[in-house]
């Protein structure tokens, strides 16, 4: 892992440190609204990152907005066409990075409206959410969190990595999820998020992380 030397640290210490440089981030593009990636599998939780940083921002009276890109899955005929469990599908189709671009970076753009969906179809009801449109004043940040974000070139201004060992990734992930692995293998092979995230966390153990960035 060829990059800064990690320390340990407290989520929360964690959360703080993370809304301190938020503060002081200026989109390179003149974007008003700050775009950060919290990216990870789901057993690592990079939503729950995402989500206490969203409080601690509040907390210094900035706006966040918190998506996951949960809520922007294809339907289930296009994700499930090659199958329940088509690792190369997972990977590469299930998410609807179209509308994405669309519905959540469009919008944040410099010359953007700052009206966001958070989120667009129901993977459980398999139909469109229909949730209202969620405007964002200027400053405020939104907070992405969801696996393989790093490889679409999203306009983000701050990426932070929730990493998991290989050992830890496979006993935290649920046996019915296992087929999931080899995606994340190909991530870390084409993408390399360990070294590409400005901000990496290790949380192998969800109660000591350690990070550096």
Not at 132 to 152: I, M, S, T
């Amino acid at each position: 892992m060829g990059r800064v030397r990690l320390e340990a640290i407290t989520w929360e210490r964690l959360g703080d440190l993370l809304a301190e440089r938020l503060l002081d981030l200026k989109p390179a593009d003149g974007s008003p609204w700050p775009r950060v990636a919290f990216d990870g599998a789901p057993a690592a939780r990079p939503g729950d990152l995402a989500h206490r940083l969203s409080e601690a921002l509040r907390i210094r009276g900035r706006s966040a907005l918190v998506v996951a890109t949960e809520g922007f899955l294809r339907p289930a005929s296009v994700r499930l066409e090659y199958g329940h469990q088509d690792a190369e599908a997972y990977y590469s189709g299930w998410y609807d990075t179209g509308a994405l671009w669309r519905e959540v970076f469009g919008p944040l753009d410099a010359d953007g409206s700052g009206r966001v969906l958070p989120d667009l179809w129901d993977p459980a009801a398999d139909r469109a959410t229909r949730s209202p449109y969620v405007e964002l004043p200027p400053g405020g940040v939104l907070l992405l969190h969801g696996p393989f974000l790093l490889r679409h070139w999203f306009p983000f201004d701050l990426s932070v990595h929730v990493l998991l060992s290989q050992g830890a990734l496979r006993r935290r992930t649920p046996e019915a999820e296992q087929w999931t692995l080899p995606a994340f293998e190909r991530y870390e092979h084409e993408t390399d998020p360990v070294n590409t995230a400005d901000v990496l966390v290790r949380a192998d153990d969800p109660r000591h992380p350690a990070w550096g960035g």
